[in-house]
T-cell receptor, first 115, second 111 residues
Framework: GAVVSQHPSRVICKSGTSVKIECRSL??????MFWYRQFPKKSLMLMAT?????????EQGVEKDKFLINHASLTLSTLTVTSAHPEDSSFYIC???????????FGSGTRLTVV | QQQVKQSPQSLIVQKGGISIINCAYE??????FPWYQQFPGKGPALLIA?????SEKKEGRFTISFNKSAKQFSLHIMDSQPGDSATYFC??????????FGSGTRLQVQP
């Protein structure tokens, strides 16, 4: 089945620095990728939708200058958290969808801790 | 995003019992209804999904029941096992858009 690889699984960074999270579709071409954020014991909240080769569409309330999303190829999307602050600490999860498929495949998530 | 309401928030079931989780939606344009299982520190994994032209779908111990007129769908886990203890999310989507998730149900199966 479809596999999405997300790295790193855990990252600790200092306040003010930037962190990049990668999301790769390993065995299919992902025309659309989604980035979610999840707080402890809460549901997944959509941050943005990215389509290969075009700018990401951000959900209301998500700062596009803080959460930079790049989807430069059909197998790779990246989320960069810029000038991270402790309140950015969260679990970030990517999801990818193959062009002709109904299914959404999720990565294993990245636990970001900003100290 | 359109809302998907999920209940109960938590559920305790004895081993071998049936776990039932319910979801209700508002947007009649939704055309894909999956259920996901999530373990702590992991991403969600697809359990089973249904399209609105089908009223029920069964895969192993997992069954989705779908009531289009009531705008409700539910997950039934038969013969629940301790290994099923996890958080379950219902979701819905329109076309190729992002999934809208329910609030989640924490299932605990007691041995």
């Amino acid at each position: 089945g479809a596999v999405v690889s997300q790295h790193p699984s855990r990252v600790i960074c200092k306040s003010g620095t930037s962190v990049k999270i990668e999301c790769r579709s390993l065995d299919f071409q992902a025309t659309t990728m989604f980035w979610y954020r999840q707080f402890p014991k809460k549901s997944l909240m959509l941050m943005a939708t990215s389509n290969e080769g075009s700018k990401a569409t951000y959900e209301q309330g998500v700062e596009k200058d803080k959460f930079l999303i790049n989807h430069a190829s059909l197998t790779l999307s990246t989320l960069t958290v810029t000038s991270a602050h402790p309140e950015d600490s969260s679990f970030y999860i990517c999801s990818a969808r193959e062009g002709g498929s109904w299914g959404y495949t999720f990565g294993s998530g990245t636990r970001l801790t900003v100290v | 995003q359109q809302q998907v309401k999920q209940s109960p928030q938590s559920l305790i079931v004895q081993k071998g019992g049936i776990s039932i989780i319910n979801c209700a939606y508002e947007n009649t344009a939704f055309d894909y209804f999956p259920w996901y299982q999530q373990f702590p520190g992991k991403g969600p994994a697809l359990l089973i999904a249904i399209r609105p032209d089908v009223s029920e779908k069964k895969e192993g111990r997992f069954t989705i029941s779908f009531n289009k007129s009531a705008k409700q769908f539910s997950l039934h886990i038969m013969d629940s096992q301790p290994g099923d203890s996890a958080t379950y999310f219902c979701a819905a989507s329109t076309g190729r858009r992002a999934l809208t998730f329910g609030s989640g149900t924490r299932l605990q199966v007691q041995p």
